[in-house]
């Protein structure tokens, strides 16, 4: 089952952070946007099972049924209605894994020796990588949105700030699952020290800047150390 919950996790994070376009996103209370969307859930879910249809419907279908409720009933936009759609998401992979236990293993992917173990790994670790840049970018800017009006105006690089943390967070990852935790310290403390010229005069800008450091690094720790140990269940699967 481990391997079918992996390519499904990986076909949502796929289809949700990378696929998704701005249209779909906030065009899900029409028919067109919300079919195209639910259309791509389907796509990349029955490519990552190896042709498994009915998981990969099955999937498909709750996504839709989850993104229409959220559009109807509406959004304040914050962190918590973010995970909490993301839970209901990862609810329904959970479902469609208990239902076909062995849609990996007798779909294509599964039927290719050379592919059986490294497909899953591989998937595990670019869903994981996705999950602590992509998403944690939208997670750590809803986060950090209602502090962001009490900022003083400030001139920096247009998108500065977003390339910064997509840059730590994957940073982050990649040393967490090279096994290099002490590294992340040092990420931090470097991250502080080229910063602490601009915040010293400024308690405002130091605060915010420390709340999304730690907020972005944390969700980045989060998802390097899931994605470690579901690549060792896979492993011992």
């Known amino acids: 089952m481990i391997e079918t919950l992996t390519a499904l996790i990986f076909a949502h994070i796929l289809a949700d952070f990378a696929f998704q376009t701005k249209a779909m996103a906030t065009g899900k ?17 029955y490519a ?14 709750l996504h839709m049924q989850i993104d229409y409720a959220k559009a109807r009933l509406g959004s304040d936009d914050s962190l918590a209605h973010f995970l909490l759609d993301q839970g209901a998401h990862g609810m329904a992979i959970l479902a469609g894994g208990l239902l076909w236990t062995d849609a990996y293993a007798t779909g294509l992917w599964g039927q290719m020796p050379g592919l059986t173990a490294q497909a899953p790994e591989a998937m595990a670790l670019i869903a994981g990588f996705l999950l602590a840049t992509r998403a944690g970018q939208f997670a750590v800017g809803k986060l950090m949105t209602p502090y962001a009006a009490a900022l003083p105006d400030t001139e920096g690089l247009s ?4 390339v910064i943390g997509v840059l ?24 502080s020290f080229l910063r602490v010229g601009s915040i010293e005069k400024d308690r405002t800008l130091a605060e915010y800047v ?13 998802a390097g150390i899931g994605t470690a140990a579901l690549i060792s269940h896979l492993g011992g699967a």
């Open 29 to 45: 209370d029409r028919l067109g946007p919300l079919l195209a969307h639910t259309g791509v859930v389907f796509l990349v879910s």
């Open 48 to 61: 990552a099972l190896g042709g498994a249809h009915w998981p990969a419907l099955f999937v498909a279908a």
């Open 159 to 162: 998108n500065g700030g977003a």
């Open 168 to 191: 730590e967070r994957g940073l982050t990852f990649i040393l967490v699952l090279s096994g290099q935790m002490a590294g992340v310290g040092f990420l931090i403390a470097a991250k």
């Open 210 to 222: 420390i709340i999304g450091t730690l907020a972005s690094i944390g969700w980045a720790l989060l």
